[in-house]
């Protein structure tokens, strides 16, 4: 067990029995009252944020995580396989910890994933960015370009997004993970 006062921003602790991450960390005097550490807090299995005080002398538990990189290979149902760089070992994660951006993963994408303990996956993170081959769209209509037009496609992973009307079937785009919003036309 390790005193609040050790803790930084980044840091992973279990609070409450849940693994969380510290997102702001305050010490704060006020006035004539005792000093306390303010502390923002996020679940990592739920994405809430937690605010809690605690005292100078408190106990906490800081977990040692481990962040490797792992190449994703297949879905396989809710899970995802993934292999490491090095040891050529292979994991299973689930695919909750990459919330809304395994729509647009395809496989080979390098994915940072990390560890509590060495075995137990907490986090996954994928690329920023994605190149993707749009397989489906409308064609675009001739003149409508007065404004910012968009129209649905469908990717190669399968998912829809929203692209401009000059981009067709069979073009690469490249797509952020995080929103799936389209970024730019690659050749």
Same mark, same amino acid.
């Given at each position: 067990?390790?005193?609040?006062?050790?803790? !930084? %921003? $980044?840091?992973?602790?279990?609070?409450?029995? &849940?693994v969380v991450? /510290? &997102?702001?960390l305050?010490?704060?005097? #006020? @006035?004539?009252? +005792?000093? *306390?550490?303010?502390?923002?807090?996020? !679940?990592?299995?739920? $994405? %809430?944020? /937690? &605010?809690? +005080? *605690? +005292? #100078? @002398?408190?106990?906490? &538990?800081?977990? +040692?995580?481990?962040? %490797?990189e792992y190449q994703y290979l297949y879905g396989d @149902?809710? !899970?995802?396989v993934v292999m490491d760089n090095e040891t050529f070992d292979q994991v299973y994660i689930d695919k909750a910890l990459l919330g809304d951006a395994v729509n647009y993963i395809k496989e080979g994408v390098t994915l940072l994933i990390a560890f509590e303990n060495g075995t137990n996956p907490i986090t996954a993170e994928p690329p920023s960015h994605v190149v993707v081959n749009v397989t489906y769209t409308e064609p675009g209509v001739q003149g409508d370009t007065a404004t910012r037009t968009l129209k649905n496609a469908t990717i190669d992973t399968g998912a829809e997004i929203k692209v401009p009307l000059f981009v067709n079937t069979g073009d690469n785009i490249k797509v952020k993970t995080s929103t799936g919003e389209y970024v730019e036309r690659v050749k």
């Open positions: 067990m390790a005193s609040v006062s050790d803790l !930084s %921003k $980044g840091n992973y602790i279990r609070y409450n029995g &849940e991450q /510290v &997102e702001e305050q010490h704060r005097t #006020p @006035g004539n009252l +005792r000093a *306390f550490y303010q502390i923002k807090m996020r !679940s990592v299995r739920t $994405g %809430k944020i /937690v &605010e809690n +005080r *605690f +005292r #100078p @002398g408190d106990a906490v &538990e800081i977990l +040692r995580v481990e962040t %490797k @149902g809710e !899970s995802l």
